[in-house]
């Protein structure tokens, strides 16, 4: 598997966007033995390579969720906790990359339980929307909200979480 996704040039493209987000120049992600366990290195221009794990966890989550949702060209996107361990850059760039995949036909479904999050992604993707779901009664409610619509919300004192 590794093969055919360095081959089919996956690993270059997906080093040359994380470089964005890390201020390196990245060139390509080899798969290569540390200690004698298979590690993921960020390969930079300068032939220095940088494990994947010593990034930041954040970082390693793109980076694999990349790899792998160009490989696997899913037409759904599910991820759990996006926030998790991503600093506000990387979540910016996050956010600019589930627009693109938007942009392509796919369908991305998020969950977090932080409103700055959930605001950020909603104002840098395209057509995205805030969904507040509540068990009520047996029945699955749900309420759509804009990111300025959190936002006013929050300015009343309320918390669409509540």
Request: glycine fraction near 6%; aromatic fraction near 8%; charge should be negative.
């Amino acid at each position: 598997m590794w093969t055919d996704l360095a081959n089919s040039g996956i690993t270059s493209k997906v080093a040359s966007e994380v470089s964005k987000v890390v201020a390196e120049d990245f060139i390509d992600i080899p798969a290569e033995p540390f200690g004698g366990i298979p590690s993921l290195f960020m390969y930079r221009s300068d032939r220095f390579r940088v494990r994947v794990s010593d990034l930041g966890d954040g970082i390693q989550t793109l980076i694999i969720s990349m790899l792998l949702t160009e490989y696997l060209n899913p037409d759904i996107i599910l991820w759990d906790d996006v926030e998790s361990h991503m600093i506000p850059r990387t979540l910016q760039y996050l956010s600019l990359w589930l627009s693109d995949l938007v942009g392509r036909g796919k369908q991305v479904i998020l969950t977090t339980h932080s409103l700055e999050a959930a605001t950020t992604i909603a104002r840098m993707a395209r057509d995205a929307s805030i969904v507040r779901l509540e068990l009520i009664n047996g029945e699955l409610c749900s309420q759509y909200f804009s990111a300025d619509d959190v936002d006013r919300l929050k300015d009343l004192g309320i918390d669409v979480r509540a």
